[in-house]
């Protein structure tokens, strides 16, 4: 099954070894979910993140916890794959409905369009599980060293629609799940569901993966030549069909945004264009591409076993050869794909003649009631009314879709009734920001990132109105660490956490992701943000051309 780097005699990581002795990702799970502890084992957590679970704790009382002599307060993270974003309108009711029930009365959307459940208690993460998956969604592959969730542009216009993305992403979606039946054991007593739209194909071992699956996570992307919403060259794949000829299907790869602090080799990186194939030819090149990553990648250092540095080791030279030589069939080599817009899908939207959408910009992809808005209310009474379904972007907002256009002020009233902020109502600045969960959940998170964004940016629009810029449209992204899930490099300024109360801040990225962007500052406390902010954008205020956005800028001032 495997060759190359990994068998030249390199040792394992201690993960690897997981994978290889789990039975088909099975391990000890059935025996510790009957257990009376409420936590899952180290190894077993490992294994969980390929059922879509991770192992988490409420950070925000751990200290507090261990000085009176307590455990920490084991919680689970349970994230859905759902390919595209698309939701039907009982499923969303469904998972709504679970979030009170079995997590923390909140949703959150994901920047692949996924939704996570917080504050799930180990007693309850079968409950759960099984209920989604009664209304035909799946948790398998969630996370995990496989095929990750399936992002799609998720524009519901007929002009992206026609070009058939939701197809291929249930495709891809079905055609990635792992083999082995664990899943079905463990969490369905061994029902498997036939009819849901991301259930895996009958096969009856990992022919495709191996006992050791991928040596990391594996992205991908789809989009159009007509828009870069999902940030496809942040993707280990990325597939963009030319909306002049749909059967052309252009291929980059090697993308990936991680990084880390204690390891200055690790960085982010932009997919580098491959070839353009024709889409009869799809299935047999993306395997290929899979399968080198598969073969070749690095399964002795997680920190290196991304994608994206095998490809930088290889060079696409190599890489197009060893996929012809996988396919039989040579390819078009792809001299440059450079995309030209990212749309929000926020606002109203045509669909047909009789049906409209409107996108709801979410405060950090938190579907929650609180004071910013009654949003689970607001959003699960509408889709209830109307029996509507739901888009999530991969910029962690929602797409409420099929809304009469007869319905189209009832639906605008409904919302600001429940204290909801309308697309055009939103600065360009809280327009288009993002943040990744962080505190108190995430166990790699160094800095607050969801819960300080909006302090931030009261800072930060603040700022730019003292400068004159009252209608400033720039583009803020925020994490909590290097790893980057809300894609801060590829923001026209990206801001990481680096310690308890420090950023890093990032320039000079453009708004449709094509350009990462450069350190600016290092180490910034988290009241000074807006202030080393200042200098460059007072000269963005005074020097900036016509039209000319701020990451445009800052890129063109720095070169």
């Known amino acids: 099954m495997t060759n190359g780097a990994f068998e030249s005699g390199s040792s394992e990581s201690k993960v690897e070894q997981i994978k290889k002795s789990s039975n088909g990702l099975r391990g000890s799970l059935i025996e510790e979910l009957s257990n009376a502890l409420p936590n899952f084992s180290s ?204 059967s052309s299907i252009h291929v980059s790869v090697g993308g990936g945004l991680g990084r880390s602090y204690s390891d200055e080799t690790t960085k982010p990186l932009l997919a580098k264009p491959l070839a353009t194939v024709q889409a009869e030819q799809l299935f047999e090149v993306t395997d290929a591409i899979i399968s080198i990553q598969r073969d070749y990648g690095n399964r002795a250092d997680r920190s290196h076993a991304r994608f994206k540095y095998l490809v930088e080791e290889w060079g696409t030279e190599r890489l197009r050869k060893e996929v012809a030589n996988r396919t039989g069939f040579k390819l078009q080599k792809l001299e440059n794909l450079i995309s030209s817009t990212s749309c929000d899908h926020l606002g109203w939207m045509e669909q047909t003649n009789d049906l409209v959408s409107y996108g709801i910009k979410l405060p950090s992809g938190r579907i929650a009631d609180n004071e910013a808005g009654q949003y689970k209310t607001a959003i699960r009474e509408l889709v209830d009314r109307f029996n509507l379904s739901v888009r999530l972007t991969a910029k962690e907002d929602i797409i409420l879709t099929d809304i009469p256009k007869y319905a189209c002020d009832e639906v605008r009233t409904s919302l600001r009734s429940f204290g909801i902020k309308l697309a055009e109502d939103h600065s360009g600045i809280s327009r288009s920001a993002f943040a990744c969960p962080a505190l108190p959940t995430c166990g790699l998170a160094l800095a607050e990132s969801e819960r300080f964004l909006p302090s931030f940016l009261r800072s930060f629009e603040q700022l730019c109105e003292r400068l004159g810029l009252f209608r400033a449209d720039i583009e803020v992204r925020m994490t909590g660490c290097p790893n980057g899930c809300a894609r801060p490099y590829l923001g026209e300024i990206g801001i990481v956490g680096r310690s308890k109360r420090s950023y890093d801040i990032y320039l000079g990225a453009d708004t449709a992701g094509n350009r990462l962007g450069e350190l600016y500052a290092t180490d910034v406390a988290s009241d000074a943000l807006a202030n080393a902010l200042e200098p460059i954008v007072t000269l963005y205020s005074r020097h900036s051309l016509v039209g000319e956005g701020f990451g445009d800028f800052c890129h063109r001032w720095v070169s």
């Open 43 to 246: 190894e077993s957590e490992q294994l969980l993140k390929f059922h879509g679970i991770y192992g988490q704790d409420n950070r925000d009382v751990r200290a507090d916890r261990k000085r009176t002599g307590l455990d920490i307060e084991h919680i689970c993270m349970i994230r859905l794959a759902i390919p595209g974003g698309r939701l039907l309108p009982a499923q969303y009711s469904a998972i709504d409905t679970l979030a009170n029930k079995l997590g923390n009365k909140t949703l959150r959307v994901t920047t692949r369009q996924g939704i996570q459940f917080h504050f799930v208690t180990k007693d309850d993460v079968k409950t759960l599980i099984r209920q989604v998956n009664d209304v035909m969604i799946t948790t398998y592959g969630g996370c995990g060293d496989v095929v990750r969730n399936i992002t799609a542009c998720p524009s519901p216009s007929p002009e992206i629609q026609s070009l058939g993305l939701d197809i291929l992403a249930d495709a891809f979606s079905l055609r990635y799940k792992p083999a082995s039946t664990a899943y079905y054991e463990i969490w369905l007593d061994g029902e498997k569901l036939e009819l849901g739209r991301t259930q895996p194909e009958k096969r009856s071992d990992e022919a495709f993966y191996g006992v050791s699956y991928l040596p990391r996570k594996f992205k991908i992307g789809l989009t159009s030549t007509l828009d870069n919403c999902i940030d496809v060259f942040s993707c280990d794949l990325g597939l963009t069909i030319d909306e002049h000829d749909p």
